[in-house]
Every structure is written in structure tokens, then in C-alpha cells.
């Protein structure tokens, strides 16, 4: 089983893609649930950890099946090696593949292993891991 941080990211990676496609702020989306904006940016960074009650009302309120907010097995093997793309892409993506969820999915997966693979390469992420690992410790 995948590490509770990575299934709460992986949530909040969707939750925030689902926001985006929709066309709603952080500030919106949280007027519509009720919640504060902070709690938005917590959740959509995986640092704090949604209620089920909580994913239900977002998956209302961005017009989404919650089991698509749910990510699989497989999907926590991988988001690790996947980077966040910003919503520009991921509307540039959505409208290549016609809005067909499946097409969105493989290409979004596809832009995101990408990205990170470039990320890993780059000295300003070797720096960035390295200040995060002195925070740790």
C-alpha cells in the first residue's frame, strides 16, 4: 500500500485539475463548499486530509464522479514520478483530445512524466531537494 501522503496528494492533484477544467478559483470553489480558501490550497496540495463528506461535495460542485477524485493503485505507484502541470496546459490538453476522458488521462500522464523527468534533471530541483531533506532532518 502507497504512503497516506501520496494518496491525499494524488486527491488533491485531481481535485485541483477537476477546479481547472471547470473554470473555478481556489477563492470560488471554496464559496460554493463553504470552506475557507486556505483549506482549498491544503487539500489541493495534499496537506490536509479531505473528510469523504468533504470529496463528495467537490465532486458535486465540479460536476465530477467522485470515483474519478479516487485515485487507483497503480496511479500512487506512478504519482510520484508525475509533476503538476499548470491549468494552461491542462486546458490545452483537454481541448486536443475533445474533452475524451481517456485521450485526457494518457495525455495528461504522458505531460507529466515529461515534466518531471526534466525537473530531475534540473540543478534548480537538485537545490530544491536538497533544502527540503535540511527541513526534514
Known amino acids: 500500500m502507497a504512503d497516506f501522503d501520496d494518496l491525499?496528494?494524488?486527491v488533491g492533484r485531481k481535485l485541483?485539475?477537476?477546479?481547472?477544467i471547470q473554470g473555478?478559483?481556489?477563492?470560488?470553489l471554496a464559496q460554493q463548499l463553504g470552506i475557507s480558501r486556505a483549506s482549498v490550497v491544503n487539500?489541493?496540495?495534499g496537506r490536509q486530509r479531505a473528510p469523504l463528506h468533504l470529496l463528495w461535495q467537490f465532486s458535486e460542485t465540479l460536476a465530477t464522479d467522485l470515483?474519478?477524485?479516487i485515485p487507483r493503485r497503480e496511479e500512487l505507484s506512478d504519482a510520484a514520478k508525475e509533476a503538476t502541470l499548470d491549468p494552461a496546459m491542462v486546458k490545452q490538453i483537454r481541448e486536443?483530445?475533445?474533452?475524451?476522458?481517456?485521450?485526457v488521462r494518457a495525455l495528461t500522464?504522458?505531460?507529466s512524466r515529461l515534466k518531471a523527468a526534466i525537473e530531475i534533471d534540473s540543478p534548480d530541483r537538485k537545490a530544491h531537494d536538497q533544502r527540503k531533506a535540511r527541513?526534514?532532518?
Open 8 to 10: 491525499y496528494g494524488e
Open 96 to 103: 486536443t483530445a475533445n474533452n475524451d476522458s481517456d485521450a
Open 67 to 69: 470515483s474519478l477524485l
Open 24 to 28: 473555478l478559483s481556489q477563492e470560488r
Open 43 to 45: 487539500i489541493e496540495a
Open 16 to 20: 485541483r485539475q477537476a477546479r481547472v
Open 109 to 111: 500522464r504522458l505531460a
Open 135 to 137: 527541513r526534514k532532518g
